[in-house]
């Protein structure tokens, strides 16, 4: 702890966002370069715990005040050191996960919390720039063979652990470009895609392959792969979008967020001259007030939208922590992500109970204000008399969330169970009821964060080392009935 008295001397700073006139008018990253000696301040506010909380409000078990420390003294390469220690993707979870480890920072009990995440991204990203990230060879070739279905985060982190560990790991990927959810989920102005690019890179460097516009199931049978790999690890996401069920859902111009969003990101990748769902000078509404709401909101407003309304049917957050909801676990308050700086309105309290169109097109919707309530245990949200509302709308997105693994011909020829909530069922190794069939991240999880899917990713991969070799030296950070502090 190279300065006791930092926390006691500099206050939370960020790196400042770019101004948003600016901002809209690309698709880059909304963040400014942060200066090294605000960033090794930032650093000094860690007061390296005895007990860090931080650590266990982090499913990957980030050594974090260890480089919080190395950080503050600008000891670089030993701090990337400690960070790919517990992280396969720091450069993605220091732009995309909204940092369960802050909320659990035991200066956040009266004091706002050191910022690790942006600590995080700015070490890989000074790793990258002064060379000290390099492909990772295994010193031992084991000849297994290990087919990772699925190359979002959770099966990359499993495919480069196996790699590593001397396992000869095939990612497959329905899409065009191995990344999953990273590529064409997330907006570029949250990710710039180059990121990604750069990991896949190494991990091609590595050994791992990639084969991409294959869909398991369907160009390859699972039949073929289970005769083809000693093991195969499944990780293809919780993807079935929840839909919306009410009168005119039927009219055109009504669209899930995952089949406006990879329009977009298609287009920043240079397959597509225009979009072919766009914003561009609509009354849009956005259904679904989370995380990836708010990605439609800042596309949207990048396409030029007329005007944009974002529904979230629970009711507003409280801007503080309320006693019912104590540190160290997620607050539920009030957030502001850059999107929402960006534009539109927020509209909250609010359910969408009609669709309303002319010549087969949506053209608005019929809201209801709601209270919720608790009956039996369960939550409802009962309509208030006289709220009725009607908004104009060219474009509705639907961002209501995922409820499972999609109904594919995959998980019907592989014969894997699925849990009451729908998932596929795991036992506490990893493995589905069918013999060398593994499942990690939302696929066995259910809709999560990355920062659980990586951790989940790395755990599955020893337990298929360890099956496939009888022992192995990876690290394990949770289970799979590990709960979030979140």
């Not at 400014?32 to 506010?45: G, M, T, V």
Request: one cysteine or more; glycine letters at 10%; hydrophobic letters at 35%.
């Amino acid at each position: 702890m190279a300065d006791p008295r930092g926390f006691l001397k500099h206050e939370r700073q960020l790196p400042e966002r770019r101004p948003v006139p600016v901002r809209l008018l690309d698709w880059k990253e909304v963040y400014k370069d942060f200066p090294e000696s605000d960033l090794r301040r930032q650093a000094s506010r860690c007061m390296d715990c005895g007990i860090p909380f931080c650590n266990n409000g982090c499913p990957l078990g980030n050594l974090i005040p260890d480089w919080n420390d190395l950080t503050h003294n600008g000891q670089w390469s030993e701090a990337i050191e400690r960070l790919h220690a517990t992280n396969n993707f720091p450069e993605f979870t220091g732009r995309l996960c909204p940092a369960p480890c802050e909320t659990a920072c035991v200066l956040g009990i009266n004091e706002p919390p050191v910022t690790i995440k942006q600590i995080e991204v700015e070490i890989v990203d000074r790793a990258w720039a002064d060379g000290n990230i390099a492909p990772v060879t295994g010193t031992v070739a084991t000849s297994k063979r290990v087919a990772i279905v699925g190359s979002g985060p959770a099966g990359l982190a499993a495919a480069q652990q196996l790699t590593r560990a001397g396992h000869e790991v095939v990612v497959y990927e329905r899409a065009d470009r191995p990344g999953g959810l990273l590529r064409y989920g997330i907006p570029e102005f949250k990710m710039e895609k180059r990121h990604l690019d750069r990991r896949l890179d190494q991990m091609r460097a590595e050994g791992t392959r990639f084969v991409c516009d294959t869909a398991v199931g369907v160009d390859v049978s699972a039949d073929e792969l289970r005769g083809a790999f000693a093991a195969v690890v499944l990780a293809c996401g919780a993807t079935q979008a929840r839909d919306l069920p009410i009168p005119g859902r039927e009219l055109d111009g009504i669209h899930q967020a995952m089949e406006y969003l990879p329009i977009a990101n298609h287009v920043q990748q240079g397959d597509l001259a225009e979009p072919t769902i766009t914003a561009e000078g609509k009354d849009v509404i956005i259904i679904g007030g989370g995380d990836t709401g708010a990605d439609c909101l800042g596309t949207a407003l990048r396409q030029g939208a007329a005007s944009i309304h974002q529904f979230e049917i629970m009711p507003r957050p409280p801007d503080e922590r309320p006693t019912t909801n104590p540190w160290p676990t997620w607050p539920m308050i009030y957030r502001v992500s850059s999107a929402h700086e960006e534009g539109g309105e927020r509209e909250f309290a609010i359910n969408t109970v009609e669709f309303s169109g002319d010549d087969g097109r949506v053209t608005g919707l019929r809201s209801v204000a709601v209270e919720q309530r608790l009956r039996d245990g369960r939550v409802s949200f009962d309509p208030v008399e006289g709220s009725e509302r009607h908004f104009a709308a060219d474009l509705v997105l639907l961002a209501l969330g995922f409820t499972g693994a999609e109904p594919q011909p995959l998980l019907d020829q592989f014969g894997v169970e699925l849990d009451e909530r729908g998932n596929v069922a795991r036992d506490d190794q990893w493995a589905t009821n069918v013999d060398g069939v593994f499942v990690c991240g939302d696929m066995g999880r259910g809709q999560s964060l990355i920062v659980w899917a990586i951790a989940e990713g790395r755990s599955a991969a020893a337990s298929v080392d360890r099956w496939l070799t009888d022992h192995t030296l990876l690290p394990s950070p949770v289970t799979p009935t590990s709960a979030p502090l979140r």
